[in-house]
C-alpha cells in the first residue's frame, strides 16, 4: 500500500508528477491583500474536522511509452493541516518514481514555506477571481513559481498553475459539489507539459465521509 501527502481532495497532482495558461493582469489597486484571501480560503468549509473520500484517477500520456494508469484509492484529511492519499495498488512501472507524489498545497501550508503575493484580479469562467503568485522561501531549483486563482465569491480554487525553471507547466482545475453541507472538490482535470512528459489527467471522488475519527498512522506514513 503506497501512502502519500495530499490537501484536501488532490490526487491528481499527485499521479500527474508521478509520471513524469491564464496570465494574471496586473491591477494597481486591490480591495484585499494576498495573506488576507488565504485568511478566507482557511474559512471555508469552517466546521469540517476531518473527511474520507474514495478516488478514481485515470492519466494519459501523449507521447512515448503512452501508458494510461488508472488508480484507486482513498483520500484523507484531519484538521489542522494532515493530508493523506492512499492507493490501493500502484502500477509495478511506477514504483521507482513514486517519490514524485505531490499535492496541490494547503493555503495553511502556504504560509509556511511560501512568499504570498497578490498580482492582479481577471475573470475565469465569467466569475471574476484574485489570481496570488507562490513562490519558495527557500530558492528552489525546479519549481520557479505557482499561481493561485482564487474565485472572488467562494474563495474556492478553480484553477492552479506551476510553472518550472525548464520551462515545464502543469495546469489543474477543478470543480466542487455541495456533499453533506460543505463545498467539496468533485472531479479535477490537468494538462502536464514537462521534460519528456505531455499528458492529461482526470480524477473524480465518491461521497464524502465527513468528521470522522481518523487514525493518526495515516499521515504519519506519509512522512
Same mark, same amino acid.
Given at each position: 500500500m503506497e501512502t502519500f501527502a495530499l490537501m484536501p481532495g488532490n490526487a491528481l497532482l499527485a499521479l500527474i508528477l508521478l509520471l513524469g495558461g491564464v496570465q494574471a493582469t496586473a491591477q494597481p489597486s486591490s480591495?484585499?491583500?494576498a495573506a488576507t484571501i488565504? &485568511?478566507?480560503?482557511?474559512a471555508r468549509n469552517v466546521s469540517l474536522n476531518s473527511y474520507r473520500s474514495r478516488v478514481h484517477v485515470n492519466v494519459r500520456m501523449l507521447n512515448f511509452p503512452w501508458l494510461a494508469p488508472k488508480l484507486d484509492g482513498t483520500a484523507y484529511y484531519k484538521r489542522p493541516g494532515a493530508f493523506a492519499v492512499v492507493f490501493d495498488r500502484v502500477p509495478s512501472y511506477a514504483h521507482g518514481i513514486t517519490k514524485l507524489f505531490t499535492d496541490i498545497g494547503d493555503p495553511s501550508?502556504?504560509? /509556511?514555506?511560501?512568499?504570498? =503575493?497578490?498580482?492582479g484580479t481577471q475573470t475565469l469562467n465569467d466569475r471574476p477571481v484574485y489570481v @496570488? /503568485?507562490?513562490t519558495k522561501k527557500i530558492y528552489? &531549483?525546479?519549481l520557479d513559481r505557482a499561481l493561485v486563482y482564487v474565485d472572488a465569491q467562494t474563495y474556492e480554487l478553480p484553477r492552479m =498553475?506551476? +510553472? +518550472?525553471?525548464?520551462g515545464g507547466k502543469v495546469t489543474m482545475t477543478q470543480a466542487y459539489r455541495d456533499d453533506g453541507g460543505f463545498?467539496? @472538490?468533485a472531479t479535477q482535470h490537468a494538462d502536464i507539459a514537462i521534460t519528456h512528459v505531455r499528458a492529461v489527467a482526470d480524477s473524480s471522488y465518491g461521497p464524502y465521509q465527513t468528521n470522522i475519527a481518523l487514525d493518526d498512522? @495515516?499521515?504519519?506514513q506519509s512522512k
Open positions: 480591495p484585499l491583500d488565504i &485568511t478566507r480560503m482557511e501550508a502556504w504560509r /509556511k514555506d511560501q512568499t504570498l =503575493e497578490l498580482i @496570488v /503568485k507562490l528552489s &531549483t525546479i =498553475e506551476w +510553472y +518550472y525553471r525548464d463545498q467539496m @472538490v498512522a @495515516v499521515f504519519q
